[in-house]
């Protein structure tokens, strides 16, 4: 090591080593994602960090100080600073890959690190959006790893601006910052679907879900809408039980990934907890995984199959209706449901063509109005056998009440038995809510 090298290391506390790891690994920090993360402890507010610590660092040469946004400002790596990282952390100089049998770099360099002054406000969102993620996971006790795009080595043939992985599931995290426009977002589908097409895809050993992580906009449901179109239009066809997506603002999707995605993959969901609980104890009916009916419905997976059963154990006829259904939870809105929304008529005719008989499909939302807006942002409007609910209706009312259908008006009609053939009008969307 360089005598230089090692003097400067000598002046270095191990919170100053851990800060250049971070920057590394997330390429750049603000000064106060920098002092939040760990300095806070050790000084009284932002001012004295900067006064004190920082100034040396800056002044040792290891980090750079750029502003990008009125008078915010990102720290950097020096050349110095990635000196020291390398150190550290013992990153290999050279990597021999054993495809190309050449060898390459394995280390990245300060400039490689640099972001344009344009993007680097960018970084920062996607950066807190990670270090708050991180903290949550570390609170409720999960076990998480998070690539950088720069450092996504797991996908070739698609680079999401982050890769979050925990339990089964890949979350690629895509930060938007309002910016990109219809034709844009089209085209960043279009990079998807070449993906979904390659044999990487194929060979992909968890499921993928892609958080778009949506800031920086006046008018986040107009921005949803647009992002919510744009995929549905351009991927509804390969939504499904290996690929999802979920779009929100980082408060949103961080409060829906802790408190439903992921406790879903540790069967502690209270919320759909509850949905199975109203549908097994209030309204009488036996559950099970929809998987098991996978080869009957054109091979799609739904969440749930729940039937009404006589004494004997067959399936209840009510009012001249089977009364057996495919269940899927919407309350965290994921675009795969709005496959299955699309492609119910014909999966259905394939339980059809099997089982000589009909199956309708149930989706429960949070509410009538977010239901019709989202099909309606998403142009589907061929809902034959389809049925919506809420919990609050199915807290509240009879089975054949608590199931409603909609038009493209907004009216709303529920039903008049168990038969679910004679509709009553309820209410208009649009009114009921002005």
């Given at each position: 090591m360089?005598?230089?090298?090692?003097?400067i290391?000598?002046?270095?506390?191990?919170?100053?080593i851990?800060?250049?790891?971070?920057?590394y690994?997330?390429?750049c920090?603000?000064i106060r994602?920098?002092?939040?993360?760990?300095y806070?402890e050790?000084?009284?507010d932002?001012r004295?960090?900067e006064?004190d610590?920082?100034?040396l660092?800056?002044?040792?040469?290891v980090v750079?100080?750029?502003?990008?946004?009125?008078e915010?400002h990102?720290l950097?790596?020096t050349?110095?600073?990635?000196?020291?990282?390398?150190?550290?952390?013992?990153i290999?100089?050279e990597?021999?890959?054993?495809d190309?049998k050449?060898v390459?770099r394995?280390y990245?360099t300060a400039?490689e690190l640099r972001?344009?002054?344009r993007?680097?406000?960018?970084?920062?969102?996607?950066?807190q959006?990670?270090l708050?993620f991180k903290?949550l996971?570390l609170?409720?006790g999960h076990?998480c790893n998070?690539?950088d795009?720069k450092?996504?080595?797991?996908y070739?043939t698609?680079?999401?601006d982050?890769?979050?992985q925990?339990?089964?599931t890949?979350?690629?995290?895509?930060?938007d910052?309002?910016?990109e426009n219809k034709s844009?977002?089209?085209?960043?589908?279009s990079h998807y679907?070449d993906f979904?097409?390659s044999q990487?895809y194929k060979e992909r050993?968890?499921?993928?879900?892609?958080l778009?992580?949506?800031e920086?906009?006046?008018n986040?449901k107009?921005?949803?809408?647009l992002?919510?179109?744009?995929?549905?239009?351009?991927?509804?066809?390969v939504f499904?039980?290996?690929?999802d997506m979920?779009?929100?603002s980082?408060?949103e999707?961080?409060k829906l990934l802790?408190?439903q995605?992921?406790?879903?993959m540790?069967?502690a969901?209270?919320?759909k907890?509850?949905?199975?609980?109203l549908?097994q104890?209030y309204?009488?009916?036996?559950?099970?995984?929809?998987?098991r009916?996978?080869?009957?419905?054109?091979?799609?997976?739904?969440?749930?199959?729940?039937?009404?059963l006589n004494?004997d154990g067959?399936?209840r006829?009510?009012?001249?209706?089977?009364?057996?259904?495919l269940?899927?939870?919407y309350?965290?809105?994921p675009?795969?449901?709005?496959h299955?929304?699309t492609y119910?008529?014909?999966n259905?005719h394939s339980?059809?063509?099997k089982?000589?008989?009909t199956i309708p499909?149930?989706?429960v939302g949070?509410s009538e109005y977010e239901?019709?807006?989202?099909?309606k942002v998403?142009?589907i409007?061929?809902l034959?056998n389809?049925?919506?609910?809420?919990?609050?209706?199915?807290?509240?009312?009879?089975?054949?009440e608590?199931l409603f259908?909609m038009d493209?008006?907004?009216?709303?009609y529920?039903?008049?038995?168990?038969?679910?053939?004679?509709?009553?009008?309820?209410?208009?969307?649009r009114e009921?809510?002005?």
């Amino acid at each position: 090591m360089r005598k230089n090298l090692r003097d400067i290391i000598k002046q270095l506390e191990k919170t100053d080593i851990r800060l250049l790891y971070r920057l590394y690994q997330y390429r750049c920090l603000t000064i106060r994602q920098s002092f939040r993360e760990l300095y806070q402890e050790t000084y009284d507010d932002l001012r004295a960090f900067e006064e004190d610590r920082l100034e040396l660092l800056i002044t040792l040469g290891v980090v750079d100080k750029v502003e990008f946004n009125l008078e915010n400002h990102a720290l950097f790596l020096t050349k110095v600073g990635v000196d020291i990282v390398r150190e550290a952390v013992q990153i290999e100089r050279e990597i021999f890959d054993k495809d190309t049998k050449k060898v390459k770099r394995g280390y990245y360099t300060a400039g490689e690190l640099r972001i344009s002054p344009r993007l680097i406000n960018h970084q920062v969102h996607l950066n807190q959006f990670v270090l708050e993620f991180k903290q949550l996971a570390l609170d409720y006790g999960h076990k998480c790893n998070y690539y950088d795009e720069k450092f996504v080595s797991q996908y070739f043939t698609i680079r999401p601006d982050g890769l979050l992985q925990i339990y089964d599931t890949d979350f690629f995290v895509e930060m938007d910052m309002a910016t990109e426009n219809k034709s844009q977002l089209i085209d960043k589908w279009s990079h998807y679907r070449d993906f979904f097409r390659s044999q990487e895809y194929k060979e992909r050993e968890k499921k993928i879900v892609v958080l778009f992580v949506t800031e920086n906009t006046k008018n986040l449901k107009s921005r949803k809408d647009l992002v919510r179109y744009t995929a549905s239009q351009s991927l509804i066809d390969v939504f499904g039980e290996n690929f999802d997506m979920h779009i929100g603002s980082k408060d949103e999707l961080l409060k829906l990934l802790f408190e439903q995605l992921i406790p879903d993959m540790v069967q502690a969901n209270d919320n759909k907890a509850k949905i199975l609980r109203l549908l097994q104890q209030y309204h009488e009916f036996s559950i099970a995984p929809g998987e098991r009916l996978k080869a009957l419905l054109h091979d799609t997976t739904y969440e749930f199959y729940v039937r009404r059963l006589n004494e004997d154990g067959g399936i209840r006829s009510l009012f001249g209706r089977v009364q057996e259904f495919l269940v899927d939870d919407y309350t965290t809105q994921p675009l795969s449901v709005l496959h299955k929304l699309t492609y119910h008529k014909r999966n259905a005719h394939s339980f059809k063509s099997k089982m000589d008989r009909t199956i309708p499909y149930i989706v429960v939302g949070n509410s009538e109005y977010e239901l019709f807006e989202d099909l309606k942002v998403s142009d589907i409007t061929q809902l034959e056998n389809i049925f919506f609910t809420t919990i609050e209706r199915l807290e509240k009312k009879e089975f054949h009440e608590a199931l409603f259908q909609m038009d493209e008006q907004g009216n709303i009609y529920h039903f008049m038995n168990s038969g679910l053939s004679e509709r009553m009008y309820e209410t208009n969307i649009r009114e009921a809510i002005i």
